[in-house]
T-cell receptor, first 116, second 116 residues
Framework: AQSVAQPEDQVNVAEGNPLTVKCTYS??????LFWYVQYPNRGLQFLLK??????LVKGSYGFEAEFNKSQTSFHLKKPSALVSDSALYFC??????????????FGSGTKLNVKP | GAGVSQTPSNKVTEKGKYVELRCDPI?????LYWYRQSLGQGPEFLIY????????DSGLPNDRFFAVRPEGSVSTLKIQRTERGDSAVYLC??????????????FGPGTRLTVL
């Protein structure tokens, strides 16, 4: 069965420090992986995705993520956090070998708090 | 250009009533998705349209839930005999489908449904 785990409900980091938001997945084949960010009372905004190719994916607002097949992980990273990065982050996976590869499976979300 | 829009932004109803939630996708997007996000959780897939037809409705929780997209653009999610457990944020997303699951879904701001 397809699933996504975000093991941390909350991540706290000081402004200017690097940040990591963790995500692990379970699919039957090679996954398509996405990160979205959600600000209060707003919809999900796309950050980046991994489909194939280079394991390091760069996205919006200076975020990047690394696909690690052996560890089935797709952690979101940023070298220097901003207070404005404080939001709820969701990892999502699609399974190309699944019954409907158009369907997203989302993690439960990680709240990122960046302190000045 | 304009993003995905959803109306109303908030809907309060009484148990047992009927509600309709509307989604206007990005112009030209052939695929449309509905998700439900309960408090503290990630979005859960409800239904996926390719054009006018529901290609996958496996996420609809029961027969009280129904969605249509008669002209392949605007979609309406309909909930009959609402229950308190239906309270959640209902998210709509759209994309250029037909890309084998690699397409990015763009989300609307959601409709917050409260059933009293």
């Amino acid at each position: 069965a397809q699933s996504v785990a975000q093991p941390e409900d909350q991540v706290n980091v000081a402004e200017g420090n690097p940040l990591t938001v963790k995500c692990t997945y379970s699919v039957s084949g090679n996954p398509y992986l996405f990160w979205y960010v959600q600000y209060p009372n707003r919809g999900l905004q796309f950050l980046l995705k991994y489909i194939t190719g280079d394991n390091l994916v760069k996205g919006s607002y200076g975020f990047e993520a690394e696909f690690n097949k052996s560890q089935t992980s797709f952690h979101l990273k940023k070298p220097s956090a901003l207070v404005s990065d404080s939001a709820l982050y969701f990892c999502a996976v699609r399974d190309p070998l699944g019954g409907n590869f158009n369907k997203f499976y989302f993690g439960s979300g990680t709240k990122l708090n960046v302190k000045p | 250009g304009a993003g995905v829009s959803q109306t109303p932004s908030n809907k309060v109803t009484e148990k047992g009533k009927y509600v309709e939630l509307r989604c206007d996708p990005i112009s030209g997007h052939t695929a449309l998705y509905w998700y439900r996000q309960s408090l503290g959780q990630g979005p859960e897939f409800l239904i996926y349209f390719q054009g006018t037809g529901a290609a996958d409705d496996s996420g609809l929780p029961n027969d009280r839930f129904f969605a249509v997209r008669p002209e392949g653009s605007v979609s309406t999610l309909k909930i009959q005999r609402t229950e308190r457990g239906d309270s959640a944020v209902y998210l709509c997303a759209s994309s250029f489908a037909g890309q084998g699951g690699t397409d990015t879904q763009y989300f609307g701001p959601g409709t917050r449904l409260t059933v009293l």
